[in-house]
Each structure stands twice: as structure tokens, then as C-alpha cells.
């Protein structure tokens, strides 16, 4: 998207182009050979994940001095998107990593901090959890139980954490505390736990409806003990980090949710083509070419919600609710969209010899991840001056 001279160009630049040709063809040539099969079994693909790093993906909108590939925010949807369009358990293991793990480091650490976790982490040596959601904390984030108290230097921490996208793998993990239980807003703050830490340790691995080829598990702290600058930012501003990191979080799970739509879309076009009933394509039938019709006029729609929010994000400008608008429309265009897409494949649909079963399996997580449709109402909601005042 370019601008100048106060016009509005709905184009995409060359530098975006290129992100979009290289991530196709990566996807195209080396993740769908094996898509269905590590969906069958859950294999985590660290090979994949390897050359995927090799590439700059796994850092692509960190500054190039924090160790990242220093693109803008649009060129990260662009990847995101090219990926899950292909595999939506690749693209979330991006997702999670860049958005949230080496986005709170890049917009809260310490130049030691930093020079520690994010320049492997943007380089693709290690990835990076982020650890909010709790068995009594979901989309009520203040609701956070596990505690973390100084005691002789250090902070020590007690609780546990659910459905942690690569937290098993992570070589840190950021975690969500209560540091003053009296402090209101204030109660909350962000504490780095790097992976081996004594008291430290992965629970339950789970088995997932969909992107199960992309790890979540429960962490567990008990007396897990880290040194006093592990913490990040400054103490009890953890509700603010949250925001301001899932701001972009949901800019890529936007993305995401776009990739899985345009596959379901174009598995669906295809086949209609291909499928004869009645003598012709059932794409020939208004009741498919209308279905077909409103399924690309929505990827598209949602597509341009996100890059837009995407490009707000790279000028600066406050985009709280244009990101939600986008996640919220975007995800519910993948559902849709896979729905649409069974339908059109009718029986076949609801098999494993074509892939829609896949995608419409993946795309319920983007219903529920980064803030469910409803909380993402709510968000909308108030940044409108409507709804509920929470103070």
C-alpha cells in the first residue's frame, strides 16, 4: 500500500511483492508436499521450521539491529498469509513467535534483553512463548493466578499456563505474573523464563482439533526462580504490554485466517470446475457461482481490513480497533469460507481425500485465538464509546 501527496494507492509495493513471490514458493514447493500427512500425525516440522529461518521468516518485522530482517509490518501479513494458505500450523508457529514473543521484546526490553533473546529469537535460532491464557484466564486476561514474588534478588513463580503455542520448544518464555496483588491495573507484569530454568517444566501436550502439526501445551511453575532484570518493562505494566502486543498479534492471525479462506476458496473453485452434474460444472449452477462469488468477494474484503490495519501499524497510528475489525472479519471469512467449501465438495467434502476437511478444522481455532469473536465485539465496541465502561 503506497501514499503520497495526500492520495491512497491500493497497490502493493515491489518490496511487498517479492515477500509474497519468495513465501509462495517456499510454501508451494516445500511445505505442501507434506501438509496432510503431519496434520494425520502432529509432527512438529523442525526441517521445514529450519530452512523457514534460513529465509529471515521467523523475524521479518524486527528492526535489522535487533537481529531481524527489518520489513515492515504489511510485508509480515503478506508471509503470514502465503504460508497458511498452505499450512495454517506453519503460519501459527510464526505467528506466535514474531507477533507475540519477539514483539514484546522489541516493544519492552532492554538493550541487554534484547541482545540475550530477540536477535537469536528474529534470526531463527530459537523461538520464543508467550505465556498469558490460564485455566481460569482466558479472554478475562486480568483474571492471571500465577504469582511471581522478589525474594533475595530473583523472582519466584508459582502457577501454570494453557494452550501456549510452541511452548514447549521456546527458548524463553514470557510469561504474564501477579507482582502486586493490591495494584489493581497495576497488579500485572511480564517476567522472561528462559527454557531449563529449575521449577520450570512443560505439563500436558495437547491434542488439538486442527493446526496440530503446530505444538501447544501447559507450562507449569513451581518455585521456578529467575534473576530481578528478567523482568520486562517496567513492573505492573503487564496489562498495557498485552495490549499493545496483541494489537499486532491479531494483525496476524488476520493474515492467517485470509490464507486459510483463499485456500478453502480456491479448492472449492477448482473443484466446481472439474465436478459434472447434470451434464456441465456445477460451477455453471447459480447456486455455486454465487456461493463462489461471495466467498472471494469476502477473502478480499478481509484481506485489505488487514493489510490496512498492518499498514497503520507501521506508521504509528493507534489501530486497537482496526486490527480487531480485521482479525474479527477475517476469521470469521475462513470459517465461511471452509464451510462453503465442504458444501461445495458436497460428500467428498467430508473426507480426507480433499483437503477442505483440513482447513475447515484449522480455521475454528481463528474463531477463538488472539480474542474470540466475542470478546473482539467488545473490544470494537468500546473503542467506539459503546458497551460497557470497565474504567
Known amino acids: 500500500m503506497k501514499g503520497g501527496r495526500g492520495e491512497v494507492e491500493f497497490e502493493l509495493g515491489p518490496e511487498h511483492k517479492q515477500i509474497r513471490d519468495l513465501a509462495r514458493e517456499f510454501a508451494e514447493k516445500e511445505l505442501a508436499p507434506g501438509a496432510a500427512e503431519r496434520d494425520r500425525t502432529g509432527e512438529y516440522p523442525q526441517e521445514l521450521i529450519d530452512k523457514m529461518a534460513a529465509l529471515g521468516f521467523f523475524g521479518l518485522p524486527i528492526p535489522e539491529e535487533e537481529g531481524g530482517a527489518g520489513a515492515d509490518y504489511v510485508s509480515y501479513a503478506i508471509l503470514v498469509e502465503e504460508i497458511a494458505r498452505v499450512c495454517a500450523s506453519t503460519a501459527l508457529t510464526i505467528a506466535a513467535h514474531t507477533s507475540l514473543g519477539c514483539g514484546a521484546l522489541h516493544l519492552f526490553g532492554t538493550p541487554a534483553q534484547k541482545e540475550r533473546w530477540l536477535h537469536p529469537a528474529a ?73 531449563g530454568t529449575p521449577g520450570f517444566r512443560v505439563g500436558s ?79 455453471a449452477f447459480q447456486a455455486i457461482s454465487f456461493r463462489l462469488a461471495d466467498m472471494a468477494t469476502r477473502i478480499e474484503l478481509a ?33 465461511d469460507a471452509a464451510r462453503d467449501a465442504v458444501q461445495i465438495h458436497g460428500g467428498y467434502g467430508y473426507t480426507k481425500e480433499y483437503p477442505v476437511e483440513r482447513y475447515f478444522r484449522d480455521a475454528k481455532l481463528l474463531e477463538i485465538g488472539e480474542g474470540t469473536s466475542e470478546v473482539l465485539r467488545m473490544v470494537i465496541a468500546r473503542q467506539l464509546g459503546l458497551g460497557e465502561d470497565r474504567g
Do not use: N
Request: overall charge positive; aromatic content about 8%; charged content about 25%.
Open 123 to 195: 534470526r531463527g535460532e530459537m523461538l520464543l512463548g508467550f505465556g498469558l491464557t490460564e485455566p481460569w484466564a482466558g479472554s478475562d486476561a486480568g483474571a492471571v493466578r500465577t504469582r511471581a514474588r522478589l525474594e533475595d534478588g530473583e523472582w519466584v513463580i508459582d502457577g501454570s499456563k494453557i494452550f501456549i503455542t510452541s511452548g514447549g520448544r521456546a527458548g524463553a518464555v514470557i510469561v504474564a505474573a501477579v507482582t502486586d496483588p493490591e495494584g489493581g491495573r497495576r497488579r500485572i507484569s511480564t517476567i522472561i523464563v528462559p527454557r
Open 205 to 283: 501436550i495437547f491434542d488439538k482439533l486442527g493446526v496440530r502439526a503446530s505444538e501447544t501445551v501447559e507450562l507449569v511453575f513451581e518455585g521456578c526462580r529467575v534473576p530481578a532484570d528478567h523482568l520486562l518493562g517496567e513492573r505492573g505494566r503487564g496489562l498495557a504490554q498485552f495490549l499493545a502486543v496483541l494489537d499486532g498479534g491479531r494483525i496476524a492471525i488476520g493474515a492467517l485466517s485470509v490464507g486459510v479462506a483463499q485456500a478453502c476458496y480456491d479448492a472449492a473453485s477448482r473443484y466446481a470446475r472439474e465436478r459434472y452434474q447434470f451434464g456441465r460444472p456445477i460451477a
Open 303 to 335: 484481506r485489505w481490513a488487514v493489510y490496512r490495519a498492518a499498514w497503520m501499524r507501521d506508521r504509528g497510528i493507534p489501530h486497537t480497533k482496526e486490527a480487531a475489525m480485521a482479525k474479527l472479519f477475517a476469521s470469521e471469512t475462513a470459517m
